[in-house]
């Protein structure tokens, strides 16, 4: 089975669902796809090896909570040791219920950090009213990130980004950015100091929404950048959601054409050498550049 593949069970009927017995066996199901579709992640990109220490960042989210849980059910069973530890970077925001993942962390067999910096006052105070945050939030956010993974010796930098995420990010870039990128299951920083890695890169939203819910995470909306209207993921998103509506399974599609690149058939001179295409060996002396493809006569 693909490591993409999803069923949304959780869409069932809802007299189906009242009986205890299914529900148990469907929050079953989706708990084993989920520790499945990591560990291929984990796996297929090589994210986490022997004597690894993982700054699981958590940011109270659905999507976070559940790399962290599914992380600490796979480091049981894995065949190599590795450290977790849970990171949430307290950046000020107004109303931030600061004693909310505190509580939840103390309840886990998992070492945590509360790293505060009021990135908050710092993105109101630069960017002008009725701007997007998001963009200095995110700056900020991964310096303060690597600056903490750096002094306590972390060796990758666990994000919560799921498929859904990068196929967004896919389409941001294309249509406003003019190039095309999406987010990397795996990267090395610009400074080369740092591995981030992203353990859902195969999960679903919709399979964590549904996973949050049955394990009740405590969670922690984002009151910044959340409740600014008009976004471009937001677009984006709603995009993607009607094309789900109309073509079921068309987002997996698109995310396993991200790892099915053909540079020659694009046009990215960088990624491939068009210049240097002919049915000649060897250019005639003095022949410009742009006819070396030209059909003999």
Not at 15 to 32: H, N, Q, S
Not at 186 to 204: E, F, M, N, Q, W
Request: hydrophobic share 40%; net charge neutral.
């Amino acid at each position: 089975m693909s490591a993409v593949h999803t069923l949304h069970n959780f869409n069932a009927p809802a007299a189906k669902r009242a009986d205890p017995r299914v529900a148990k066996r469907e929050a079953d199901k989706l708990a084993k796809r989920l520790r499945r579709q990591v560990g291929q992640a984990v796996e297929d990109f090589n994210m986490i090896e022997a004597g690894d220490k993982v700054m699981v960042c958590l940011s109270g989210g659905k999507d976070s909570y559940a790399m962290l849980d599914v992380l600490l059910q796979l480091q049981r069973k894995a065949p190599v040791e590795f450290e977790l530890h849970a990171l949430n970077l307290d950046q000020k925001q107004p109303g931030f219920p600061e004693h909310v993942l505190p509580e939840y962390l103390s309840k886990l067999d998992v070492p945590f950090t509360i790293l505060e910096q009021d990135t908050y006052s710092t993105v109101s105070r630069v960017v002008p009213e009725g701007k997007t945050m998001c963009g200095l939030c995110s700056r900020l956010r991964r310096g303060a990130l690597y600056t903490h993974a750096e002094a306590n010796g972390f060796t990758k930098i666990a994000l919560g980004h799921h498929m859904d995420d990068m196929v967004e990010t896919l389409f941001l870039n294309l249509f406003f950015g003019g190039r095309m990128a999406a987010m990397p299951p795996k990267l090395k920083s610009d400074a080369g100091k740092h591995i981030v890695i992203r353990p859902l890169t195969y999960c679903r939203e919709a399979d964590l929404e549904a996973y949050a819910g049955i394990k009740q995470f405590p969670i922690i909306p984002c009151n910044l950048c959340g409740s600014q209207d008009g976004l471009q993921r937001q677009q984006v998103k709603a995009m993607l959601a009607d094309w789900e509506r109309s073509a079921p399974g068309r987002v997996e599609t698109i995310f396993r054409a991200m790892g099915n690149i053909a540079p020659s058939q694009l046009a990215d001179r960088a990624l491939f050498d068009f210049a240097g295409l002919s049915l000649r060996e060897a250019l005639e002396p003095g022949q410009p550049r742009w006819l070396v493809s030209t059909p003999a006569d």
